[in-house]
């Protein structure tokens, strides 16, 4: 099982829910009533940044960067950033922490 869990700016969890194969984390964010404001989907307008406190090798990173957005290699866009699919079939549980970047 792979947990999300969404931390705002002050560390206070404002949800968790559990990830699944094929849907970005604002999709599973919204389906579980997790509040990650994203505003356009494909980058690079910056509201889902979010930093990765834990567990950035099960995010699929390879297209995050972006001409008009560089991010640090603990950042994500949850519009556009999803769980790598091995780490479904790896049989162990995982959390990954995100925590609001501003």
């Known amino acids: 099982m792979i947990q999300i869990t969404v931390k705002g700016t002050d560390w ?3 949800g968790k829910f559990q990830a699944e194969k094929g849907k970005v984390i604002t999709e599973m964010a919204q389906a579980n009533n997790v509040e990650i404001p994203f505003s356009c989907g ?6 889902c940044l979010r930093d990765v ?3 950035m090798d099960l995010i699929n990173g390879a297209f995050l960067n972006h001409p008009l ?4 290699e603990n950042q ?9 699919e091995e780490y479904f079939d790896d049989w ?3 959390e990954i922490i995100l925590k609001r970047y501003v």
């Not at 494909?42 to 509201?47: F, I, M, S, V, Y």
């Not at 957005?69 to 640090?72: F, G, H, I």
């Not at 994500?76 to 790598?84: D, G, H, N």
């Open 92 to 94: 162990k549980d995982h």
């Open 42 to 47: 494909a980058w690079p307008c910056g509201l």
């Open 12 to 14: 206070v969890e404002l």
């Open 69 to 72: 957005m560089e991010l640090t």
């Open 53 to 55: 406190i834990e567990w």
């Open 76 to 84: 994500v866009l949850t519009c556009i950033s999803a769980v790598k």
